[in-house]
T-cell receptor, first 114, second 110 residues
Framework: EPEVTQTPSHQVTQMGQEVILRCVPI?????FYWYRQILGQKVEFLVS????????KSEIFDDQFSVERPDGSNFTLKIRSTKLEDSAMYFC????????????FGSGTRLTVV | RKEVEQDPGPFNVPEGATVAFNCTYS??????FFWYRQDCRKEPKLLMS???SGNEDGRFTAQLNRASQYISLLIRDSKLSDSATYLC???????????FGSGTRLQVQP
């Protein structure tokens, strides 16, 4: 079964540092997403990306965040100048065009900011 | 008011029991509805979509009441492997972003 792959599985970073979380979506999917889940809280939408541009973003996704598809397979989330409250599980997901039923989530990157 | 509201539980039930979860959503423009399952510290996984006519997948039955803005999930003949957090999820018309509830935790006991 096709998978969304995320690396690393766990990242520890110092407050104020930049981090890049990496994802390899399913190859024939065209929509890509980032979600986050702070420990003990609900899963929250950050951003969706289609046709090399952001198609939707939440109010959480401020100037501190950016996304990029640097090549034909990777999809990255960059967090500039991390804060303690950025500590969370970050999930990447992908889906086919026109099919919200078809979301596949990666297993997540646990980001710990110290 | 929360966009998607669920009873956090936990629901502790014996194996073989029938258990029902409810969910309400606040935005009448919500278009698509789902139940996801999340195991501890793992990614959400789609359990089933929810349609106005109601739908069933094995031991799982989902119902949608648009007038009351209410979604339900019924699990029959609970198995130990059903222990997880069940997430109610909606999307707004024309949008792809998923809005998650906080989840209802189910613990099935032997």
């Amino acid at each position: 079964e096709p998978e969304v792959t995320q690396t690393p599985s766990h990242q520890v970073t110092q407050m104020g540092q930049e981090v890049i979380l990496r994802c390899v979506p399913i190859s024939n999917h065209l929509y890509f997403y980032w979600y986050r889940q702070i420990l003990g809280q609900k899963v929250e939408f950050l951003v969706s990306f289609y046709n090399n541009e952001i198609s939707e973003k939440s109010e959480i996704f401020d100037d501190q965040f950016s996304v990029e598809r640097p090549d034909g397979s990777n999809f990255t989330l960059k967090i500039r100048s991390t804060k303690l409250e950025d500590s969370a599980m970050y999930f990447c997901a992908s889906s086919e065009v026109g099919d919200t039923n078809g979301y596949t989530f990666g297993s997540g990157t646990r980001l710990t900011v110290v | 008011r929360k966009e998607v509201e669920q009873d956090p539980g936990p629901f502790n039930v014996p194996e073989g029991a029938t258990v029902a979860f409810n969910c309400t959503y606040s935005n009448s423009a919500s278009q698509s509805f789902f139940w996801y399952r999340q195991d501890c510290r793992k990614e959400p996984k789609l359990l089933m979509s929810v349609y106005s006519s109601g739908n069933e997948d094995g031991r799982f039955t989902a119902q949608l009441n648009r007038a009351s803005q209410y979604i339900s999930l019924l699990i029959r003949d609970s198995k130990l492997s059903d222990s997880a957090t069940y997430l109610c999820v909606v999307t707004l018309q024309g949008r792809r972003a998923l809005t998650f509830g906080s989840g209802t935790r189910l613990q099935v006991q032997p």
